[in-house]
C-alpha cells in the first residue's frame, strides 16, 4: 500500500509540469496578452510605448520559455508571483477564494447524495413500475436541462416570485449557497441516480440475493447490507469525479449566482489574460484530481478486500 501511494504521488511531478507548460502555450498561442486586456477592460488607449514598457514590466516581453522557467522557478521555491491585473499575491488571492468553493462542494455532494441513492435504490426495486417510471422520467429531465437554464429558473422561482433566497449570494453563508447547491445537485442527482439503478438492478440479479431469499433472510437486510455495499465502489466513483470538477469551481453557476469561488477566479483570470492566476488554477486542478483518485482509489480497497491495489499480491 505505502509503495503504491508514493508511485502515484510521484506520478504528480510530471503531470505538474506537463500540464503548466501546456496551459502557458495555449495562453501565449491565444493572440493577446494582460496589458491589452487591461488596457481593453479600463478603456483607457495606450501608446505603443507605454504598451512596450508595461509588457517588459510583467516580463511579457521575454520569449516564452524564459517565462515559463521564470514562473516555474517561482512556484518551486512557493512563489505563485503577482496578479497581472489586481497587483495581489496570487497565492493569498487563490487561498481567498478556497472557502467559498469549498462549502459549494461539501454542500452539493451532500444534496446529491441524499437524494440520488434513495431514489436510485427505490426506482430499482420498484423496476417497471409506476414509481421506477415516474423516477427515470424526472432523472431524464433533470439530465437534459443546462445547469444555466436550472439556474436562471430557481433564481425565478425562490428568489424572485418567492423571495425565500437571495438572487445574488451576500456571503459564505447556507442561505447564499442554497441556489447554487440546488443548481448543481439537480444535475448530478439527475445523472447518478440512473447510475445507481442500473448498479443496483445487476446486483439484484446475481446468485446470492436469490440464495439469501431462498434461506428466507428479509430482502431488506440483503438490500442495505449486501446490495448496497456491493454498489458503493461504483458510487464512490462517480462522487470522486463530482468532487474533482466542483473543487476546480464550477464557472458558469459561480457567475450567475456571483458566487465568489475557484471557477470565478479563473474566469475572469482567463478573459483578462492573468497568466500567474491562471497558472496557480491550473496547479490547483491537476492537485485535487490526483489526490482525489488516490484516495478514491484507497477507498476501493477498504470497500471491496477482493480489489487489489497496485503492487499488491493476490
Known amino acids: 500500500m505505502r509503495k503504491y501511494v508514493i508511485r502515484r504521488l510521484l506520478l504528480l511531478i510530471p503531470i505538474l509540469f506537463g500540464i503548466t507548460f501546456l496551459s502557458f502555450a495555449m495562453m501565449r ?23 512596450d514598457a508595461q509588457r517588459a514590466e510583467l516580463g511579457l516581453d521575454q520569449p516564452f520559455l524564459t517565462q515559463y522557467f521564470r514562473w ?41 447524495v441524499a ?118 465502489v461504483t458510487i464512490l466513483t462517480l462522487l470522486a469525479m463530482s468532487v474533482g470538477s466542483l473543487l476546480g469551481g464550477t464557472a458558469i453557476v459561480e457567475s450567475i449566482f456571483m458566487w465568489d469561488g475557484v471557477g470565478k477566479l479563473a474566469v475572469d483570470a482567463i478573459n483578462m489574460r492573468d497568466y500567474p492566476m491562471i497558472q496557480a488554477y491550473v496547479v490547483w486542478m491537476a492537485v485535487i484530481y490526483v489526490v482525489v483518485n488516490l484516495i478514491t482509489d484507497i477507498s476501493y480497497r477498504a470497500l471491496d478486500p477482493r480489489i487489489r491495489l497496485g503492487g499488491e499480491e493476490a
Open 29 to 51: 498561442i491565444a493572440g493577446s496578452d494582460a496589458v491589452l486586456q487591461r488596457a481593453d477592460a479600463s478603456g483607457v488607449a495606450l501608446t505603443q510605448e507605454v504598451i
Open 72 to 112: 516555474l522557478g517561482g512556484f518551486l521555491t512557493g512563489d505563485l508571483g503577482v496578479s497581472y491585473v489586481s497587483g495581489n499575491d496570487v497565492f493569498s488571492t487563490f487561498v481567498s477564494k478556497l472557502p467559498a468553493t469549498l462549502l459549494l462542494t461539501a454542500t452539493s455532494i451532500l444534496l446529491t
Open 115 to 232: 437524494i440520488s441513492i434513495p431514489l436510485g435504490i427505490l426506482s430499482a426495486v420498484k423496476q417497471n413500475k409506476f414509481t421506477d417510471y415516474l423516477i427515470r422520467f424526472c432523472s431524464f429531465i433533470g439530465n437534459s436541462l443546462p445547469n444555466f437554464f436550472v439556474a436562471l429558473v430557481l433564481m425565478y422561482l425562490l428568489a424572485i416570485c418567492f423571495p425565500v433566497f437571495p438572487v445574488i449570494s451576500t456571503g459564505l453563508s447556507l442561505q447564499s449557497a442554497a441556489l447554487p447547491t440546488l443548481t448543481l445537485a439537480i444535475a448530478m442527482s439527475a445523472k447518478y441516480l440512473r447510475q445507481v439503478r442500473a448498479t443496483v438492478l445487476d446486483e439484484l440479479d446475481k446468485a446470492y440475493v436469490t440464495g439469501a431469499r431462498a434461506r428466507g433472510v428479509r430482502f431488506s437486510v440483503t438490500l442495505w447490507k449486501s446490495v448496497l455495499r456491493s454498489c458503493l
